[in-house]
């Protein structure tokens, strides 16, 4: 299968610093990758749409200012936590699909980025 | 609105025995459908995906099967095994977005 990597997978920081986690397509181009907010045993929450070369379209509710996405490259896209405080505590996963070929369509997933605010 | 439910939520089988695990969709209008597994802690592992235009995937001893007419995925496991504990999700991309729609997962423990 396609490669989807993620880093940092563990983050701890103050509250009211910001935090940079990026994603990254290592055997494909992704055009359009997805970041989800997952609470303790619970399902995945879909934050926003990270678009290659224009503006992530984000889900009802999501904090745009908050979330920052940047998708500079086809290979790759960050997450920015700004400001963070204790509430945004969670553990963020991408996931990008692939465009072409015998996986066309498929999901892949990044290994998770577990960030704790202090 | 795309909703995706999933029963039971949590299953405990002795090893060696077969289990299937079962997915719901309210709108049938699919594009595909993907079976992931979660480690806890970990990220999402990709098992299987079923175009709408298929009927069922099978790798190793995993086999899904997709029903679009009545809403339903089901996976099938053979001869658990303690490694295959973890938490199952299916998701549903439908004709209208790019995005995927997940269930709520079943977690599974296979007991040794």
């Known amino acids: 299968g396609a490669v989807v990597s993620q880093h940092p997978s563990r983050v701890i920081c103050k509250s009211g610093t910001s935090v940079k986690i990026e994603c990254r397509s290592l055997?494909?181009?992704?055009?359009?990758m997805f970041w989800y907010r997952q609470f303790p045993k619970q399902s995945l929450m879909l934050m926003a749409t990270?678009?290659?070369?224009?503006?992530?379209?984000?889900e009802q509710g999501v904090e745009k200012d908050k979330f920052l996405i940047n998708h500079a490259s086809l290979t790759l896209s960050t997450l920015t936590v700004t400001s963070a405080h204790p509430e945004d505590s969670s553990f963020y996963i991408c996931?990008?699909?692939?465009?072409?070929?015998?996986?066309?369509?498929?999901?892949?997933f990044g290994e998770g980025s577990r960030l704790t605010v202090l | 609105k795309q909703e995706v439910t999933q029963i039971p939520a949590a299953l405990s089988v002795p090893e060696g025995e077969n289990l299937v695990l079962n997915c719901s969709f309210t709108?049938?209008?699919?594009?595909?459908l993907q079976w992931f597994r979660q480690d806890p802690g970990k990220g999402l592992t990709s098992l299987l995906l079923?175009?709408?235009?298929?009927r069922e995937q099978t790798s190793g001893r995993l086999n899904a099967s997709l029903d679009k007419s009545s809403g339903r995925s089901t996976l099938y496991i053979a001869a658990s095994q303690p490694g295959d504990s973890a938490t199952y999700l299916c998701?549903?991309?439908?004709?209208?977005?790019?995005?995927?729609?997940f269930g709520p997962g079943t977690r599974l423990s296979v007991l040794p």
């Open positions: 996931s990008a699909r692939v465009p072409g070929g015998d996986l066309i369509g498929e999901l892949f």
């Open positions: 055997d494909f181009q992704a055009t359009t």
């Open positions: 990270s678009n290659e070369g224009s503006k992530a379209t984000y």
């Open positions: 709108d049938s209008a699919i594009y595909n």
């Open positions: 079923i175009q709408s235009s298929q």
């Open positions: 998701a549903v991309r439908d004709n209208y977005g790019q995005n995927f729609v």
